[in-house]
């Protein structure tokens, strides 16, 4: 398997804070690969450099062969970004939005129509989409979110917090629309997460961070043998050292 | 790149004109809010007007004679209702006027006539009642003293008749039949100055105003441009996108460019319609024909103007996004760009009531840095004919502006736009300590 993303020694220092120390992963081609860690832990940091808004102190991050900052246009036709609080223009209809999101990667109307298409079918909104945004629902409008971060079938899906603040059913629903369309189209994906139990339905391997290091990875099912632990949740605790 | 600048152009004209925070200010209330408040003035005119029509006068004629006969004559055929007053007493008089609801009371004195006929000044008491004011009220009461001045002309007509029979009043009273002309670039035009200067004025005065509007209008909304995709959270998806992020910038300014100009006009609309709610109309050209007395914009004056215009918006622009940039919501971005302000007021007072070169040295340097001073100049050019003023603060603008677009591209290029803040907040905090 051909690798996707390749992230090497990455340290982004803010001021006196230094968000990530040495962090370094790679991702298979086709892969779900999900970053785990509390709250501050520099997930969020090392998505942004990886969907080259935020520009590393040293380090680099390669995605499929593009360097994040000397290839930074590249990247970003090769990428498709869903930060953890997005939104959406709430003065458009849920049409319009995924109609302008997609005339960026479209050659023509008849593609943008399909990609809008796709992302009708994705995020189950039907005819909610006539409507404008800010009369949708927190989940309805990450649903619609999720749903343009994935029309495009884009080469990587980088997703910060998928399920971010959403209720039950909102969650299962988000879930399976990243774990069914993204397998049938071959998309690899860059999550992060501090739900556990997301993350081990989700990805095929996880890093669990903290402090702005990678302190463990391994496909979920192997980290819970490492250290013998019944799900996620206990292996973080083992790791980090607060079970 | 052409397509992708497009979307972003198309996307921020839906996203401004359908937002009521800037719907309703920018375009609908001065389209609703000026004409309402010409209504109300109209309204008020015509009352007053109508009110002129309907004049009801006390007369207490204490004295009898022919000329006190002639008068009263005189205003019933000027269609004015008269109720005599018998009973001499004034404070009885004073309140059946009040009571009454009548325009006035006129008071003949005794020997008016008498004096009248003899050549002398005689006196004529009005009053008028006050009951609180109003434009109807004082409109209606100094029409009753017009009255008495109309037919104090018609006595002074009948004076210089009896005097010089041989002679027209109109020649006696007007010996010099005065015919005023201006002088325009060396040449003799029959123009009044006066009304040439009230054109010339009228012009300077709207332009500018127009300008300033134009630019705090479009300021606000590139600010706003900016600030409302950090308050949205739409700004990380954006510049995640395949599109050059200069084009994204170029996009914001067309956007806002594009809906301050209908902004402006709207005003401008609004504004013109209440004016010549009260003046009748515009004086436009005062029935002056511009292009015959060579003061007509030429189209190089209009290529000028607009250039200038053209560069005072991009620069404003960029300087309202570039500072936008350092904003955490719309809130602080108009935080940060209202006192900019300051450089359109400053300029528009100046260029309205004077003419920068005869101002002291220092504050002429000091207004022409301000680049918005510029198009305000620019506007004159073609009652001046100094286009190279305009040409020069066309260049030092293009200069500025191109500074300020770098600034406001590299802070677009680099992760600056998401990290840069202006920490008020903890700075009043700190004060509060």
Same mark, same amino acid.
């Not at chain 1, 223009?89 to 990609?115: H, P, T």
């Not at chain 2, 992708?4 to 920018?26: A, C, Q, S």
């Given at each position: 398997?051909?690798?996707?993303?390749?992230?090497?020694?990455?340290?982004?220092?803010?001021?006196?804070?230094?968000?990530?120390?040495?962090?370094?992963?790679?991702?298979?081609?086709?892969?779900?690969?999900?970053?785990?860690?509390?709250? %501050?832990?520099?997930?969020?940091?090392?998505?942004?450099i990886?969907?080259?808004?935020?520009?590393?102190?040293?380090?680099?991050?390669?995605v499929?062969?593009r360097d994040?900052?000397?290839?930074?246009?590249?990247?970003?036709s090769?990428?498709?970004?869903?930060?953890?609080?997005? %939104?959406?223009?709430?003065?458009l209809?849920?049409?319009?939005?995924?109609?302008?999101?997609?005339?960026?990667?479209?050659?023509?109307?008849?593609?943008?129509?399909e990609?809008?298409?796709?992302?009708?079918?994705?995020?189950?909104l039907?005819?909610?989409?006539?409507?404008?945004?800010?009369?949708?629902s927190?989940?309805?409008?990450?649903?619609?979110?999720?749903?343009?971060?994935?029309m495009?079938?884009?080469?990587?899906?980088?997703?910060?917090?998928?399920?971010?603040?959403?209720?039950?059913?909102?969650?299962?629903?988000v879930?399976?629309?990243?774990?069914?369309?993204?397998?049938?189209?071959?998309?690899?994906?860059?999550?992060s997460?501090?739900?556990?139990?997301?993350?081990?339905?989700?990805?095929?391997?996880?890093?669990?961070?903290?402090?702005g290091?990678?302190?463990?990875?391994?496909?979920?099912?192997?980290?819970k043998?490492?250290y013998?632990?019944?799900?996620?949740?206990d292996?973080?605790?083992?790791?980090?050292?607060?079970? | 790149?052409?397509?992708?600048?497009?979307?972003?152009?198309?996307?921020?004209?839906?996203e401004?004109?359908?937002?009521?925070?800037?719907?309703?200010?920018?375009?609908?209330?001065?389209?609703?809010?000026?004409?309402?408040m010409?209504?109300? +003035?109209?309204?008020?005119?015509?009352?007053?007007?109508?009110?002129?029509?309907?004049?009801?006068?006390?007369?207490?004629?204490l004295?009898?004679?022919?000329?006190?006969?002639?008068?009263?004559?005189?205003?019933?055929?000027?269609?004015?209702?008269?109720?005599?007053?018998?009973?001499?007493?004034l404070?009885?008089?004073?309140s059946?006027?009040?009571e009454?609801? @009548?325009?006035?009371?006129?008071?003949?004195?005794?020997?008016?006539?008498?004096?009248?006929?003899?050549?002398?000044t005689?006196?004529?008491?009005?009053?008028?009642?006050?009951?609180?004011?109003?434009?109807?009220?004082?409109?209606?009461?100094?029409?009753?003293?017009?009255?008495?001045?109309?037919?104090?002309?018609?006595?002074?007509?009948?004076?210089?008749?009896?005097?010089f029979?041989?002679?027209?009043?109109?020649?006696?009273l007007?010996?010099?039949?005065?015919?005023?002309?201006?002088?325009i670039?060396?040449?003799?035009?029959?123009?009044?100055?006066?009304?040439?200067?009230?054109?010339?004025?009228?012009?300077?005065?709207?332009?500018?105003v127009?300008?300033?509007?134009?630019?705090?209008?479009?300021?606000?909304?590139?600010?706003?441009?900016?600030?409302?995709?950090?308050e949205?959270?739409?700004?990380?998806?954006?510049?995640?996108l395949p599109?050059?992020?200069?084009?994204?910038?170029?996009?914001?300014?067309?956007?806002?460019i594009?809906?301050?100009v209908v902004g402006?006009?709207?005003?401008?609309?609004?504004?013109?319609?209440?004016t010549? *709610?009260?003046?009748?109309?515009?004086p436009?050209?005062?029935?002056?024909? @511009?292009?015959?007395i060579?003061l007509?914009?030429?189209?190089?004056?209009?290529?000028?103007?607009?250039?200038? @215009?053209f560069?005072?918006?991009?620069?404003?622009?960029?300087?309202?996004? *570039?500072?936008?940039?350092?904003?955490?919501?719309?809130?602080?971005?108009?935080?940060?760009?209202?006192?900019?302000?300051?450089?359109?007021?400053?300029?528009?007072?100046?260029?309205?009531?004077?003419?920068?070169?005869?101002?002291p040295?220092?504050?002429?340097?000091?207004?022409?840095? +301000?680049?918005?001073?510029?198009p305000m100049?620019?506007?004159?050019?073609?009652?001046?004919g100094?286009?190279?003023?305009?040409?020069?603060?066309?260049?030092?603008?293009?200069?500025?502006?191109v500074?300020?677009?770098?600034?406001?591209?590299?802070?677009?290029?680099?992760?600056? +736009?998401?990290?840069?803040?202006?920490?008020?907040?903890?700075?009043? @905090?700190?004060?509060k300590?």
């Amino acid at each position: 398997m051909s690798v996707a993303v390749e992230a090497k020694d990455l340290v982004k220092v803010f001021g006196s804070v230094r968000a990530l120390d040495g962090l370094s992963f790679s991702i298979e081609n086709g892969e779900i690969f999900g970053l785990i860690g509390l709250n %501050g832990a520099g997930k969020t940091t090392a998505l942004r450099i990886t969907s080259t808004l935020l520009l590393p102190t040293s380090g680099t991050v390669k995605v499929f062969g593009r360097d994040v900052v000397e290839e930074a246009s590249e990247v970003r036709s090769l990428i498709s970004y869903l930060p953890e609080e997005a %939104g959406a223009y709430k003065n458009l209809s849920g049409n319009e939005y995924l109609k302008f999101m997609a005339s960026f990667r479209a050659k023509n109307k008849d593609a943008v129509r399909e990609l809008v298409d796709v992302a009708s079918e994705i995020s189950g909104l039907g005819e909610r989409l006539r409507d404008k945004v800010k009369g949708y629902s927190k989940g309805m409008k990450r649903r619609l979110l999720v749903a343009r971060a994935l029309m495009t079938k884009p080469k990587l899906a980088v997703l910060d917090e998928p399920t971010s603040g959403l209720d039950v059913l909102h969650s299962v629903h988000v879930r399976g629309i990243i774990k069914r369309y993204v397998k049938k189209q071959g998309v690899t994906v860059l999550l992060s997460s501090h739900n556990m139990l997301e993350v081990e339905y989700l990805c095929d391997r996880v890093a669990l961070i903290n402090k702005g290091r990678i302190l463990a990875t391994g496909s979920p099912a192997e980290l819970k043998t490492r250290y013998k632990a019944v799900n996620l949740e206990d292996v973080f605790g083992e790791v980090v050292g607060f079970a | 790149m052409l397509k992708g600048l497009f979307n972003i152009v198309v996307k921020e004209v839906k996203e401004l004109v359908r937002d009521p925070k800037i719907l309703l200010p920018m375009i609908i209330i001065p389209l609703i809010m000026f004409p309402l408040m010409g209504f109300a +003035i109209q309204t008020s005119m015509e009352a007053a007007e109508e009110g002129i029509g309907k004049i009801s006068i006390a007369v207490m004629d204490l004295d009898g004679g022919p000329v006190a006969e002639n008068l009263r004559i005189n205003l019933t055929n000027w269609n004015v209702k008269i109720v005599e007053i018998d009973d001499p007493d004034l404070t009885e008089a004073f309140s059946y006027v009040q009571e009454s609801n @009548l325009t006035g009371l006129i008071v003949i004195p005794s020997g008016f006539s008498q004096n009248i006929t003899e050549g002398k000044t005689s006196e004529l008491e009005v009053y008028a009642p006050f009951r609180g004011g109003g434009i109807t009220e004082s409109t209606s009461s100094s029409a009753v003293s017009s009255l008495v001045s109309l037919f104090e002309n018609n006595l002074i007509d009948q004076r210089i008749n009896e005097r010089f029979p041989e002679s027209n009043s109109t020649t006696v009273l007007n010996p010099i039949a005065l015919s005023e002309k201006s002088i325009i670039n060396g040449k003799g035009v029959d123009v009044n100055p006066e009304v040439l200067f009230g054109l010339v004025i009228s012009q300077s005065t709207i332009i500018p105003v127009g300008i300033m509007m134009l630019l705090i209008f479009a300021m606000q909304l590139a600010a706003t441009a900016v600030a409302s995709e950090k308050e949205e959270k739409t700004l990380e998806t954006l510049l995640t996108l395949p599109i050059n992020r200069f084009m994204i910038l170029a996009g914001k300014l067309t956007g806002s460019i594009i809906v301050a100009v209908v902004g402006a006009i709207a005003y401008l609309i609004g504004f013109s319609y209440y004016t010549s *709610s009260f003046t009748g109309a515009i004086p436009t050209d005062a029935g002056v024909d @511009l292009a015959a007395i060579g003061l007509a914009p030429t189209f190089l004056s209009y290529l000028l103007m607009g250039l200038s @215009l053209f560069m005072a918006l991009l620069s404003a622009l960029a300087l309202a996004i *570039s500072l936008s940039v350092f904003a955490e919501d719309v809130r602080g971005a108009q935080a940060l760009v209202g006192p900019l302000s300051i450089l359109f007021v400053f300029p528009m007072i100046f260029t309205i009531f004077t003419d920068i070169s005869a101002l002291p040295f220092p504050l002429s340097v000091i207004l022409l840095a +301000i680049p918005f001073t510029h198009p305000m100049l620019a506007a004159r050019v073609s009652f001046t004919g100094d286009y190279l003023t305009a040409i020069g603060g066309i260049l030092y603008m293009t200069v500025f502006t191109v500074i300020v677009l770098y600034i406001a591209a590299r802070l677009f290029g680099t992760e600056k +736009i998401l990290t840069a803040k202006l920490k008020f907040r903890r700075f009043s @905090l700190r004060r509060k300590k």
